[in-house]
């Protein structure tokens, strides 16, 4: 059964099964129970049973909702790997394949520069190609980082994260700047780290691209029942309202905002052409775990 027949086999039972109750336990102590036993015993059945009757259906009713959310959830974990596969592939496919087909044919160019002995052609391909390689080399070394990052999460989450960001900065050359405050990790779960972190390395991978910054900044605050990440940029800034238009080629702002939705949370951009990108997650935290924090 899928999700949609399983919520109407619910509002079904959930409208008519105490009416049917209800009327069939009428039937059955007018047909029967008054002629059998004294009206005290016949009250003490029907108190009886109505009980335990709206016991088993409000037990059942909650353990179906439960296993539909669980089965949500699982379903949402396994959609939001097949992207973060399918991200993996595009990233090969955008930096890695692309720069290979680019420096083949600056190896041509080199070859066409041999024959002519042409030196000053010579340099600016060499220049290139050496530029090239850079690129791609940063591209591998920053994505096989990020794919390990979260297998070090065991090792505590603000120490990935102050290492993600000291990674960054070496392989992006721009400096970043780490908030000294820390809400306790415990106020979210394990799972919610991982998406966290992915959240933090596609906005880290955003600015490396397209920013142009000299420096980026991560807060992260706990504001009542509310945890605040930050992540700021001082880059050139895109218009946000034209998202729409960027054509599909375009997953990363998308896929952080589906994985700020799996911790319950959002996503909001905010930037301004020349200022630079705020990029703020946003989740709840159960009260009491913000109340212990
Ligand atoms: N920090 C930033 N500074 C400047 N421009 C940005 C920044 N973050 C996003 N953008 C702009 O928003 C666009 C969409 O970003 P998004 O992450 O969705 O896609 P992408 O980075 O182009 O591709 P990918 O799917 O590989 O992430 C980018 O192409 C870029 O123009
Ligand atoms: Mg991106």
Known sequence: MDDRSRYLWLKLLTILGPTVFVAGGELFRTIYLRHHF????????????????????????????????QERRSYKEALLSLQERERIAREMHDGIAQNLAVLKLEMYKLREGLKRFDQAALMRTSDEIESLINQTYLEVRQTLYDLRASQRLHEGFWPTVERQLAEFERISGVATRFEPLRPPRELWNELASIQILRIIQEALANVRRHAQARQVTLACRLEGHTVRFV?????????????????????????????????????????????????????????RSAENG
């Not at 059945?45 to 009757?53: D, E, F, Q, S, Y």
């Open 38 to 69: 004294s009206p005290p015993v016949v009250s003490a059945i029907a108190v009886g049973t109505t009980l335990v009757g709206a016991v088993v259906f409000s037990w059942y009713v909650f353990r179906a909702i439960e296993h539909i959310e």
């Open 231 to 287: 992540v700021a940029d001082d880059g050139q800034g895109f218009q946000v309202d034209n998202q729409g238009s960027l054509g599909s080629d375009h997953y990363g702002l998308q896929v952080m905002r589906e994985r700020a939705e799996a911790i319950g949370g959002h996503l909001d951009v905010e930037s301004v052409p020349r200022k630079g990108t705020t990029v703020t997650l946003t989740f709840p935290v159960s009260q």
